[in-house]
């Protein structure tokens, strides 16, 4: 049996000492420590503002929250914003990834081998579900012939070696729409749950949300280069009603399991979209090589304002890697009694890109680590 890892306390208090009775800490987790990104900054300097209870008459050094100024925060003659329009921009979504240029570019294509009966089951769904959804999405990516280069990019699409701008729009389309709901359900589950038990969730709820809108951000941000047709939008309404149901089901049978289903189902999600980078830098996706990204995105990953399509993408799959990261941690933990180890912080692209996911092992010290960073920069506020 599992010994529950001690669920974690808002006062961030130390761990039991059967936590930090724990082996000396791996080189797996030396990178992400020695180096933080942007998102580990932001989220440890955060938190760590409230758990250290600054008192409300000092002027926080943080700035807006992730979901944008307090009202009492604005200037007295704040200009009325159009709730009408529904194109609003700014810092108003939950806490996301910002990546650095060397993040976008350091994540791998990799593959957790299933260990056990609910690890085989997720894998081998996941491994049909893609059999279909590639033949539902005309998905083709076939060896290149020998005499590509002497083919024209019309010849090499209409044998079926290369898909055009359109066919890649139309399956990443119908993916985001369906890869937003577990995060949602599993995030809605827990809730009622905690509720339910009267007690907390130890961690998981938000870290679930954000993944639900991350991936509802991604459709948002493909959507404004195509509209879809009437037949597209009721495919993923009757693939959206069949997923959420069964997943929703799955999740209440075994959570881990589902957890194990969404690591799998991201680790296809890199690879679709590390091809579609490649595409694109092979100039196989012409319309594409210098479009310039969206505003949408522009905002939401705080890129700059020559930022091009393929930046986007790249940003995605950095999204992408970090679910696979996520889920695959969250599924080898105890669902009823662990610490969600990303409440307080997150590893750096570093491990995210290059680690399939932590072992319950990993959790705990990454835990222990957050711990002892935080009351460190607290006894620093405190002596300032």
Not at 192 to 221: F, K, P, Q, V, Y
Not at 256 to 279: D, K, M, N, P, Q
Request: aromatic share 8%.
């Amino acid at each position: 049996m599992h010994a529950p890892i001690s669920p974690l306390a808002a006062s961030c208090r130390m761990l039991p000492s059967t936590m930090k009775a724990l082996p000396a800490h791996s080189a797996l987790l030396r990178p992400c420590l020695a180096s933080t990104s942007k998102r580990t900054l932001m989220t440890s300097s955060a938190r760590l503002n409230q758990l250290v209870a600054k008192t409300t008459n000092q002027k926080s050094q943080l700035g807006p929250g992730t979901e944008g100024p307090h009202i009492k925060d604005l200037p007295p003659k704040a200009p009325v914003v159009d709730v009408s329009d529904r194109n609003i921009r700014g810092d108003w979504v939950l806490f996301h990834p910002v990546y650095t240029q060397e993040e976008l570019r350091s994540v791998e294509v990799l593959h957790r081998e299933a260990r056990t009966l609910s690890d085989k089951i997720a894998y081998n769904f996941v491994r049909l579900l893609r059999w279909g959804f590639d033949i539902a999405s005309g998905y083709k990516h076939k060896p290149l012939p020998p005499n590509a280069k002497e083919l024209t990019l019309d010849d090499l699409r209409r044998d079926g070696y290369l898909m055009d701008e359109s066919q890649w729009l139309k399956r990443i389309l119908f993916l985001e729409s369906i890869a937003a709901v577990p995060g949602m359900v599993a995030a809605a589950l827990r809730h009622l749950r905690s509720l339910r038990l009267m007690r907390r969730d130890c961690g998981w709820i938000h870290t679930l949300l954000e993944e639900a809108e991350n991936e509802r951000m991604h459709l948002m941000t493909f959507m404004s280069l195509k509209n879809p047709s009437p037949v597209f939008r009721a495919m993923v309404i009757a693939a959206q009603g069949v997923f959420y149901n069964a997943f929703f089901l799955c999740y209440l049978i075994s959570p881990s399991t589902c957890h194990r289903f969404v690591g799998h189902l991201e680790e296809e999600a890199v690879i679709t979209y590390t091809r579609c980078i490649e595409e694109i830098e092979a100039g196989h996706l012409p319309i594409w090589s210098n479009l310039p990204a969206p505003e949408i995105a522009k905002d939401y990953w705080r890129l700059g304002p020559d930022a091009k399509f393929l930046d986007v993408v790249y940003a995605v799959r950095s999204d992408e890697s970090n679910h696979r990261f996520v889920n695959h941690s969250l599924a080898s933990l105890n669902w009823k009694s662990d610490v969600n180890p990303f409440a307080l912080r997150e590893p750096s692209m570093a491990t995210k890109a290059t680690v399939v996911g932590f072992e319950r092992e990993d959790s705990a010290k990454f835990i222990q680590e957050t711990h002892h960073a935080l009351e460190e920069a607290s006894r620093k506020v405190s002596d300032s």
